[in-house]
């Protein structure tokens, strides 16, 4: 069925423009601006440093911090982009409208995107002004290529929530579900993985390990990020299984794109 | 020359072992106000889902001017389809004036027409108030608001009065009748038959998804032949010319009162009783009820308990 870019849009904006005016928008990125810049300052000083040191160390903090907070907030911002239409009663309204399944799914998925890239850039952009003027042009281009790489973990995770909004049955599954996700890529599966690593003595599995590491786009984030940084490589204990050879950036990120469209495909089929 | 707008033909819609709509067929023309009638789960609000191309049918199809509701070239009709969905829920943070904006776009409709329909249905000074604010009438005003933007051709209205002080009902169905000599075709649900059977054209009645019968309300009074009452007035004199003068309609019940006389007799009695009432000294007053839609309904549906438990005793 032909695609209507001006339905899509119409739904995006609204998304969009809902973020901005419940002020989700402002308190992402207060958060981000936030846990930015104390981890850029104090980030270090379990090395026994305060205030900025150098850019991989702050880079390597602020990994872990968007490891934990950023599926977070994506899981959350989209869990009930159709559940919520649908309890509410007006998912039937729209789709008697001249719209369609995919047009919908699309422009709620590019609205929410919109407002989480948005909040991602400022949060974690005001920072990189902030450092600019002591970083060199190799950092500061270091630092653009952790935001993008933050920005697509989001994203993808935002897709992983719109097909649990989808799946559904109600808000409250929904959101349990997305939590329960949170649990599993971000606290369970490296512990997992490394549980059985140390318990088999690296005797099974070993292999698979950087293919089962590509299953879960927080480490896929992780493994973009900590490679390019020398000093800090030994302090990410699972990372570092991870061979050189498939640490190519366009593997990675073809691994992490197919997390954005693999779970949007899959909403927009089982939504159909 | 009536010509068909909506087309249903054999369309039949399974959940499992439960039949919501079973094989149902009905044509619906331009111009006319049809009404879907039935208890709740009679499949009414399933047939107007998928009517509206909502739910895929499992069997049949349906066309809206020619095209199936599921098809690909449906798009365009449903620009001038308009659509009051059962308990409407808007965006609570939006105001009216965003609501239809956003909705009007959706629809490819002219925004400049939405402050018009506001004020038409008399949210003209709520337009920039957030919907969170909206009474529940408010919200059914607003609801048919967006339903009427870009014009529509048809509208489906799920329980329309829900909401609707008495005022705003008779507001309402004026409304209707408007829209219906613009040409536009209007199918509506609703369970309070009182108040829809002076205002459609025709009736389909549903129970248990099958369609019991499709006709205006008099032909439904014809087909069924429902008794009718007649009330009379009379001066206490008069009673005995009476009794004497009606002493012929054996079929008929009389039930005299005290200046009053009760008459239940089939339709086919009714202008031979009325010449008698018209002509006797001594009659103050007649007055005639014909059986109500609700009547014609109930007597339906028990006949089709009758007849169902006839063929399961077969």
Excluded at chain 2, 29 to 53: Q, V
Aim: with cysteine; hydrophobic share 50%.
């Amino acid at each position: 069925m032909a695609i209507e870019t001006k339905q899509i849009l119409t739904i995006a904006q609204k998304e969009f423009w809902d973020r901005i005016r419940n002020r989700w928008v402002l308190a992402v990125t207060a958060i981000f601006i936030f846990f930015t810049f104390v981890i850029t300052y104090f980030g270090a000083s379990q090395q026994g440093v305060v205030g900025f040191s150098s850019i991989e160390l702050t880079i390597a903090s602020l990994v872990s911090l968007a490891i934990y907070l950023v599926p977070l907030i994506s899981l959350i911002l989209g869990y009930d982009a159709i559940v919520g239409e649908r309890e509410r009663g007006s998912l039937d309204l729209l789709l008697a409208l001249p719209i369609t399944r995919l047009e919908l799914l699309l422009g709620k998925y590019l609205g929410l995107s919109a407002a989480l890239v948005f909040s991602i850039i400022a949060g974690f952009g005001a920072v990189g002004v902030f450092l600019s003027y002591q970083l060199d042009l190799g950092a500061l281009a270091q630092y653009a290529s952790f935001v993008l790489s933050t920005i697509l973990m989001g994203l993808s995770f935002l897709s992983l929530s719109v097909l649990i909004s989808v799946l559904a049955a109600n808000k409250t599954i929904a959101s349990g579900t997305s939590i329960a996700l949170w649990f599993l890529f971000v606290l369970i599966y490296d512990l997992v993985l490394l549980g059985i690593l140390v318990v088999t003595e690296g005797q099974w599995g070993g292999d698979l390990f950087p293919f089962l590491l590509l299953l879960n786009p927080a480490d896929i984030f992780r493994i973009l990020n900590i490679f390019g940084l020398d000093q800090v490589k030994t302090l990410y204990g699972l990372a570092t299984v991870f061979p050189k050879s498939l640490a190519n950036p366009w593997l990675l990120n073809a691994a992490m794109f197919s997390w954005i469209i693999g779970p949007l495909g899959l909403a927009y089929w089982k939504f159909k | 020359m009536k010509s068909a707008i909506i087309e249903v033909k054999g369309v039949s819609k399974r959940y499992g072992e439960i039949h919501a709509v079973n094989a149902a067929d009905l044509v619906i023309y331009k111009g006319e106000i049809f009404s879907l009638i039935g208890h709740n789960g009679a499949g009414k609000s399933t047939l107007f889902k998928m009517m509206l191309g909502l739910l895929q049918p499992t069997n049949g199809e349906i066309l809206i001017r020619g095209k199936n509701v599921n098809g690909r070239a449906f798009r365009e009709v449903k620009r001038r389809i308009g659509y009051l969905p059962e308990n409407v829920v808007f965006y609570d943070h939006l105001t009216g004036i965003e609501t239809l904006h956003f909705i009007g776009k959706l629809k490819g409709a002219d925004l400049k027409t939405c402050p018009s329909l506001l004020d038409k249905m008399g949210l003209l000074k709520a337009a920039r108030r957030p919907v969170r604010g909206y009474s529940k009438g408010m919200r059914q005003r607003l609801g048919f608001a967006q339903a009427l933007l870009g014009e529509p051709e048809i509208l489906f209205l799920d329980e329309p009065t829900t909401g609707l002080d008495p005022a705003g009902i008779r507001e309402f169905y004026q409304f209707l009748q408007e829209l219906k000599e613009q040409g536009v075709t209007i199918i509506l649900s609703s369970h309070n038959l009182a108040q829809i059977q002076e205002q459609v054209d025709r009736i389909a009645l549903m129970k248990m998804g099958d369609i019991l019968t499709v006709g205006s309300v008099a032909d439904l009074r014809q087909q069924l032949d429902l008794p009718l009452h007649i009330q009379v007035r009379l001066d206490p004199r008069a009673k005995d010319t009476l009794r004497q003068a009606l002493s012929g309609f054996t079929e008929c019940e009389l039930d005299f009162g005290e200046g009053s006389l009760m008459v239940t007799c089939t339709t086919k009695q009714k202008m031979p009783l009325l010449t008698i009432l018209a002509t006797t000294e001594g009659v103050t007053d007649i007055q005639i009820q014909e059986p109500s839609l609700e009547d014609l309904f109930l007597g339906y549906v028990s006949r089709g308990a009758t007849s169902q438990a006839v063929s399961a005793l077969n």
